[in-house]
């Protein structure tokens, strides 16, 4: 079947250490998102990709790496900057055309700093 | 200023009856996407509906249907007949182009409980 996989769903860190998150998607879109999220304060936007090779800082991208060497992987590493990691981290990818218009997530990850 | 806004942080409902969330957006692109998502305790991201801004018709999907009220940027959801299983947050979302890039923005969230 088709979709995203996130891997681990759980992840506990030590202060210092660096953690990569990763994401896969077999669907082939060229768009690809990371997510943090927070209670209250909904999704918001780390680092997004629109094609290989290229990728671009969202909202919230201090203390986060990623990169995109190939389509289907968009892998998030949270380094020792972040000074708050811990959260809920939701990978998606996406297709915009005129025949459908979808976000799709991976099952997310939890990130415990310990 | 934000992009989309649910000012409902709860929301409350008795089983079978219908409910409305509210969202409202900002966007100066002519071309956009309305998307609702379901989000139950287990994390993950249900998509409920989708609403393009040319679209002339309101959408509708089953027991949900989006409330398009394009001149006041407004896309509330509208959930009929309420099942226990409706309960979780409800997020709006707005997909709109920047920089050549579409970039999809979410709400804070609506937490939905219902009743018996």
């Known amino acids: 079947d088709g979709g995203i996989t996130q891997s681990p769903k759980y992840l506990f860190r030590k202060e210092g250490q660096n953690v990569t998150l990763s994401c896969e998607q077999n669907l082939n879109h060229d768009a690809m998102y990371w997510y943090r999220q927070d209670p209250g304060q909904g999704l918001r936007l780390i680092y997004y990709?629109?094609?290989?090779?290229?990728?671009q800082k969202g909202d919230i991208a201090e203390g986060y790496s990623v990169s995109r060497e190939k389509k289907e992987s968009f892998p998030l590493t949270v380094t020792s900057a972040q000074k708050n990691p811990t959260a809920f981290y939701l990978c998606?990818?996406?297709?915009?055309?005129?025949?459908?218009?979808?976000?799709?997530f991976g099952e997310g990850s939890w990130l415990t700093v310990v | 200023a934000q992009k989309i806004t649910q000012t409902q942080p709860g929301m409350f409902v008795q089983e079978k009856e219908a409910v409305t969330l509210d969202c409202t957006y900002d966007t100066s692109d002519p071309s956009y996407g309305l998307f609702w998502y379901k989000q139950p305790s287990s994390g993950e991201m249900i998509f409920l509906i989708y609403q393009g801004s040319y679209d002339q018709q309101n959408a509708t999907e089953g027991r949900y249907s989006l409330n398009f009220q394009k001149a006041r940027k407004s896309a509330n959801l509208v959930i009929s007949a309420s099942q226990l299983g409706d309960s979780a947050m409800y997020f709006c979302a707005m997909r709109e182009a920047s920089g050549g890039s579409y970039i999809p923005t979410f709400g804070r969230g609506t937490s939905l409980i219902v009743h018996p």
């Open positions: 998606a990818s996406s297709i915009w055309s005129s025949s459908g218009n979808t976000i799709y």
């Open positions: 990709s629109q094609i290989v090779n290229d990728f």
